[in-house]
């Protein structure tokens, strides 16, 4: 499958690449795994004039390590051939000296990793940097997948790269537009896009496997069958394996979480009572679920206020959300071999759940028509209140003066004009100050989708 999206990331790469000639640049890209830093990073160094060093991180020991360093340096700086490092830090301060003398990208991939090497790397990197600023130039890249780890090693003041980083970038899923460009290229019939991003949302390498296998034309349950339930399809522990390394092995509690969640329980105290962690506990955990680990997202109505109190929490991560949904949740029915039976739940249970995703999904299209100019707002959201009232979009543009709510129903049939006015009334009850805006109403259902989408 060929090279998609990323015109964005490749635009501020060149960019930050063109000023990394007159200034030293040491860039953080980071992304959950699967989302393709890797193939972004291939991708880019294609075109670069400069001189490229690319060192992948593993967890050999140091003397290994630093051998097949050594040989990627000597490839385009053939003097360093008979030199050998004693150490990381002798090897660090070498590559730091070809930064002084040549304008050079260097990057180090999975960059997490070196947190397995026994001398701190880190603290190297920080000291040799520290002793030749302003000195050096060209642009040293950290590639990581682990995210709580790359945020602690940047973020966090009592780590030794703290304040060292002068660019970053965070690699996202696919937008609906690029998503959009990928299905047309595949012949993908209008009824399967939306179930394809329901469960793979716009993860790349999710759309690969797709491609390997032969499935674009094939339906989600032949899909879901083939790559997640089968007991040796590659995804069967897709979840499991990538939150293990960001949870390590006291997971329980972040695993209990996540199930709550993705199994409807949105607040509060419904995630506590789901999940058995205590409520003394529960906002430790999900303040780290989404400030490292960038897992769980928590919303407030449109207009709340930051601090306020009426707030629900969602998986941000559509794969994640579905593999705790059908797979994690019934992974007894895998053990046993009733991975048919399992399908069929799926199958049954498909719809309800779609009909969520479905208003995520509709909310990215407006978010990039908006960027575009095909529509215009300043806000976007979702709205409810204490009771059981809830309007599924909200776009508010303050210049004009107007406010367009939208009611997201797969099964157009369901949308009632006078229930939507309804809770209208309710929200500029609650919101006096756009009481003089005006106030216009849409239905967003199977063909306004696909309208959408063709916008």
């Known amino acids: ?41 291939r991708e880019w160094i294609q075109g670069q004039r400069s001189k490229v060093l690319y060192f992948y991180v593993t967890r050999q020991n140091e003397a290994t390590l630093l051998s097949e360093f050594k040989q990627i340096l ?7 051939r008979s030199v050998e490092f004693a150490g990381m830090s002798q090897f660090i301060q070498t590559l730091f000296d070809v930064h002084i003398r040549h304008h050079v990208i260097t990057i180090f991939d999975e960059f997490q990793e070196f947190q397995w090497q026994a001398n701190d790397p880190f603290s190297i990197i920080q000291k040799e940097l520290d002793q030749r600023l302003g000195k050096m130039k060209g642009l040293l890249v950290a590639v990581g997948s682990l995210q709580s780890m790359m945020t602690r090693l940047f973020d966090d003041a009592k780590q ?19 998503l959009e460009k990928l299905f047309d290229e595949h012949g993908v019939d209008i009824h399967n896009r939306l179930d394809l991003y329901t469960v793979f949302h716009g993860i790349p390498f999710y759309y690969k496997l797709i491609n390997d296998y032969q499935l674009w034309n094939k339906s989600i349950f032949d899909i879901i069958g083939r790559l997640v339930l089968d007991k040796n399809s590659i ?29 409807g329980s949105t607040r509060l105290s419904e995630i506590v009572n789901q999940s058995g962690v205590p409520m003394e506990n529960i906002n430790r955990y999900l303040n780290e679920l989404i400030r490292y680990y960038q897992i769980i997202e928590r919303r407030q109505p449109l207009g709340a206020e930051p601090k ?81 009232t809830e309007i599924d979009i909200i776009t508010i543009n303050h210049r ?6 939208y009611e997201c129903k797969l099964q157009g049939k369901r949308y009632k004009l006078p229930e939507l006015q309804a809770k209208a009334s309710r929200f500029i009850d609650s919101q006096k100050q756009l ?21």
């Not at 000597?74 to 360093?80: D, K, L, R, S, T």
């Not at 304040?163 to 899923?173: D, F, K, P, Q, V």
């Not at 759940?353 to 978010?367: P, T």
Request: one cysteine or more; glycine letters at 8%.
């Open 308 to 388: 306020g109190k009426i707030s629900r929490y969602y998986i941000s991560d559509r794969f994640i959300e579905f593999w705790f949904r059908f797979v994690y949740r019934y992974q007894s029915m895998l053990e046993i071999g009733a991975s048919a039976a399992l399908l069929g739940n799926i199958e049954r249970d498909f719809a309800a759940y779609q009909g969520k995703i479905f208003e995520e999904y509709c909310k990215e299209l407006l978010i990039e028509q908006n960027q575009n100019g095909i529509v215009s707002f300043d806000e976007i959201g979702s709205w409810w209140d204490r009771g059981t």
């Open 160 to 178: 030794p790269l703290f304040g060292r980083l002068n660019a970053s970038l965070h690699c996202t899923s696919f937008t609906p537009r690029s």
């Open 400 to 405: 004009l003066k107007t406010i367009v709510m």
């Open 435 to 455: 009481r003089s805006y005006g106030l216009s109403f849409k239905m967003l259902g199977a063909d306004q989708w696909a309208e959408l989408q063709a916008g």
């Open 1 to 41: 499958m060929k090279f998609h999206n990323r015109e964005n990331e490749l635009e501020q790469l060149n960019r930050i690449e063109g000023l990394s000639r007159e200034q030293f640049f040491f860039l953080r890209i980071t992304g959950r795994r699967r989302i393709g830093k890797t193939e972004l990073i």
């Open 235 to 263: 995804l069967v522990d897709e979840g499991r394996q990538l939150l293990l390394s960001e949870f390590g092995k006291n997971y329980a509690p972040w695993f209990s979480i996540l199930k709550a969640v993705s199994s």
């Open 74 to 80: 000597a490839q385009e700086y053939p003097e360093y």
